[in-house]
C-alpha cells in the first residue's frame, strides 16, 4: 500500500503587503480596491471580506509552521 502524507502550513496574515497587491488582489476578486482595503485594514464583515482574507492569506502569507498527517 501507498502512503500518504499530509502537510498542514499554518500561515499569518503579512504585515505589510507587497506594492499593487491591493490592485491585484481587487482584479482577481471582482471587487473595488476600497472593499479590500477596508477587509484588511478596517476589519470589515461580510462574504466578499472574508473572500478577501482568505486570499491574501493565501498568496501573501508568511508561513510559520508545518506539520504532518498520516492516515
Not at 40 to 61: I, K, M, Q, T
Amino acid at each position: 500500500m501507498t502512503k500518504i502524507v499530509i502537510k498542514k502550513v499554518k500561515k499569518v496574515m503579512p504585515m505589510l503587503l507587497p506594492p499593487n497587491a491591493i490592485v491585484d488582489t481587487a482584479k482577481a476578486l471582482k471587487c473595488s480596491r476600497t472593499t479590500v482595503w477596508g477587509a484588511l485594514r478596517n476589519n470589515r464583515r461580510g462574504p466578499v471580506s472574508d473572500r478577501v482574507r482568505a486570499y491574501v492569506l493565501e498568496n501573501y502569507g508568511t508561513a510559520v509552521g508545518n506539520e504532518s498527517v498520516n492516515d
